[in-house]
């Protein structure tokens, strides 16, 4: 039964437009579509239906990690579901994990590691600006994670405080610099996610990469399109999430090999990169 302080996603299958609410006693949700009375949704169950003053229904649906981190409060640009989830994925942690990531921001993604490492998990985050850090941790605060995240407001030229993380990640402006403090907080065998927007910044970050000894060095991007979901007329939708940023992921070795040859093999077809449909069928 729903109460004060859960967090709810009210939906219209009229229009597809949603709200998401932390129910309060005595407010209302207003929409074009009338207003509905939190006081009313509370002690119904997600799944549920309340209608509008004006008589037009909403669902009462459970909000996804993905639908909060899209709407937090943000004085920076946000990373998309569409890269948090693959991040997750090929950073390989979980339940238990401690994570440590640069570049807080508003603290989305932040927000998404806290949920996926669980109470027993752990998420290091910083940013040099105080201002940013304040506004990640009443985000994390709303999503009910900050008990599972530590922010430190300061620079990393210095480096990271951890050892033996299970993931890092990169989203600053100059990844290449601080990719040997990366090495040095992660454990081996572990990876190095990166994210950047421009061409010339993923050259400066390879060329480091291969320096400190990384390997299985990945570069991609992903796109993303949904589809109107009217049974009488499938199609792509009219708007589209492309380019949002260019996404490198590497695996921290024991031992640092030469350089030169990891970049020389890195160059060579099918070397660095998921194997092409040629190599796949052999």
Same mark, same amino acid.
């Given at each position: 039964?729903l109460?004060?302080?859960?967090?709810?996603?009210?939906?219209?299958?009229?229009?597809?437009?949603?709200?998401?609410?932390?129910?309060?006693?005595?407010?209302?949700?207003g929409?074009?579509?009338?207003?509905?009375?939190?006081d009313?949704?509370?002690?119904?169950?997600?799944?549920?239906v309340?209608?509008?003053?004006k &008589?037009?229904?909403f669902? *009462? #649906?459970? /909000? =996804?990690?993905?639908e909060y981190?899209?709407?937090i409060?943000r004085?920076?640009?946000?990373i998309?579901?569409?890269?948090?989830?693959?991040?997750?994925?090929?950073?390989?942690f979980?339940?238990?994990?401690?994570?440590?990531?640069?570049?807080?921001g508003?603290?989305?993604?932040?927000?998404?590691?806290?949920?996926?490492v669980?109470?027993g998990?752990?998420?290091?985050?910083?940013?040099?600006?105080?201002?940013?850090?304040?506004?990640?941790?009443s985000?994390?605060?709303?999503?009910?994670?900050?008990?599972?995240i530590e922010?430190?407001?300061?620079?990393?030229?210095d480096?990271?405080?951890?050892?033996?993380?299970d993931?890092?990640f990169?989203?600053?402006?100059?990844?290449?610099?601080f990719i040997?403090?990366?090495?040095?907080?992660?454990?081996p &065998?572990?990876?190095?996610? *990166? #994210?950047? /927007? =421009?061409f010339?910044?993923i050259?400066?970050?390879?060329?480091?990469?291969?320096s400190?000894g990384?390997?299985?060095?990945?570069?991609?991007?992903?796109?993303?399109?949904?589809?109107?979901?009217?049974?009488?007329?499938?199609r792509?939708?009219?708007?589209?999430?492309?380019?949002?940023?260019?996404l490198i992921?590497a695996?921290k070795?024991?031992?640092q090999p030469?350089?030169?040859s990891?970049?020389?093999d890195?160059?060579?077809?099918?070397?660095?990169s998921?194997?092409?449909e040629?190599?796949q069928s052999?």
């Amino acid at each position: 039964m729903l109460s004060s302080g859960d967090l709810v996603l009210l939906w219209s299958p009229a229009k597809g437009d949603s709200f998401l609410v932390r129910l309060s006693p005595g407010a209302a949700q207003g929409s074009h579509l009338g207003q509905m009375r939190h006081d009313d949704i509370m002690g119904m169950e997600y799944g549920d239906v309340i209608s509008t003053n004006k &008589g037009s229904p909403f669902f *009462i #649906l459970r /909000p =996804t990690v993905g639908e909060y981190t899209r709407r937090i409060k943000r004085q920076t640009q946000v990373i998309f579901p569409k890269d948090s989830g693959f991040i997750i994925q090929h950073l390989n942690f979980g339940p238990g994990s401690t994570v440590v990531e640069c570049g807080t921001g508003s603290g989305g993604l932040a927000c998404v590691f806290a949920h996926f490492v669980g109470d027993g998990g752990r998420v290091v985050s910083y940013d040099r600006r105080e201002e940013f850090s304040h506004l990640a941790e009443s985000n994390a605060e709303r999503w009910g994670v900050r008990d599972r995240i530590e922010f430190k407001t300061r620079d990393i030229w210095d480096g990271f405080d951890e050892r033996g993380a299970d993931a890092v990640f990169l989203d600053v402006q100059n990844p290449w610099d601080f990719i040997g403090a990366a090495r040095e907080a992660l454990a081996p &065998g572990h990876r190095l996610g *990166i #994210l950047v /927007p =421009t061409f010339n910044q993923i050259e400066k970050t390879l060329v480091s990469l291969y320096s400190f000894g990384f390997v299985d060095v990945q570069v991609l991007e992903l796109l993303v399109r949904y589809f109107k979901t009217d049974p009488r007329r499938i199609r792509p939708d009219d708007t589209m999430t492309a380019h949002t940023g260019f996404l490198i992921f590497a695996a921290k070795a024991c031992r640092q090999p030469d350089a030169k040859s990891l970049a020389e093999d890195a160059s060579e077809p099918g070397r660095g990169s998921f194997p092409d449909e040629d190599e796949q069928s052999e």
